[in-house]
């Protein structure tokens, strides 16, 4: 009973993992390890900005996340009470309009987004993510492109760690950089292919940012930070090769790289 996820959505354990997280963003409260809640200050320039929703509709939050004057947290109810300086971590409530809470940050920072864990309410059908983290920072300095893209799209870097998924599978976690140099009018998906022979033996396709930054929100100037888990049936090989792309999700129609280092041009970047 205590490891049923249903267990979890009866005393919405989902609302107590939004309180931690806020926690360890700031560095105040209790921070989701043992049952102490240690006085701490909030850490040097950390700061939280928790969706007005959350704070009315959770009396467990309200509970748990400290509120301090100055540095901390701040319960938003409209983009303009996001803060202007960063760092920043961002939660919010993923089925409203955030693309303007997004548009209130200061332009030229890095973004990178990901989903909380899953809620159920007695009367819903299916489980959801709870909420979405946009994490923001500055960008500092950048190194030359891996790749450019149509539609005015750059991979600046990519990073690529062996690790493993909660089942205990071994996979590959893909961090992209990604910048557009103009504002992109479609939502293309990102594509992380492992292949040997021209054969794909391992993949993840999916939009950016855990589907929380799609292209059509990049702001020129920005960095979006976009991660990946690849699942791997075996272990990778001298012949495999890391191949990433973007593609439109109606058509299938890969955007061509129109410049890599060494490299043709093509529709697909390697990357070790």
Not at 95 to 108: C, F
Not at 203 to 228: E, F, N, Y
């Amino acid at each position: 009973y205590a490891s049923d996820p249903v267990t979890g959505y009866y005393f919405q354990s989902a609302a107590a993992d939004l309180a931690a997280e806020v926690n360890r963003a700031t560095g105040a409260g209790w921070d989701g390890i043992g049952l102490g809640a240690p006085e701490r200050a909030p850490g040097p320039g950390q700061q939280a900005v928790l969706a007005q929703r959350f704070w009315d509709s959770f009396a467990s939050v309200r509970y748990l996340v400290p509120r301090s004057a100055g540095r901390g947290v701040v319960v938003a109810g409209s983009p303009t009470q996001v803060p202007s300086d960063v760092p920043l971590h961002l939660f919010l409530w993923p089925y409203e309009p955030v693309r303007g809470t997004l548009a209130a940050l200061p332009n030229g920072v890095r973004i990178g987004a990901r989903l909380g864990p899953l809620a159920r309410g007695d009367l819903e059908p299916k489980p959801y993510a709870l909420y979405v983290v946009y994490d923001v920072s500055a960008t500092g300095p950048l190194s030359a492109p891996a790749a450019r893209f149509e539609q005015g799209i750059t991979l600046l870097a990519a990073q690529v760690e062996i690790t493993q998924l909660a089942s205990g599978q071994a996979a590959l976690q893909v961090q992209l950089d990604w910048s557009a140099a103009q504002p992109v009018a479609e939502d293309y998906t990102v594509f992380v292919h492992v292949e040997n022979g021209g054969q794909v033996v391992a993949q993840h396709d999916g939009p950016p940012g855990d589907r929380a930054l799609p292209t059509s929100w990049w702001r020129p100037g920005d960095v979006i930070r976009d991660v990946h888990l690849v699942p791997l049936a075996t272990p990778l090989g001298p012949g495999d090769r890391i191949l990433v792309g973007l593609y439109h999700p109606v058509t299938l129609q890969r955007l061509a790289v129109l410049g890599v280092s060494g490299g043709p041009p093509g529709d697909s970047v390697e990357i070790k």
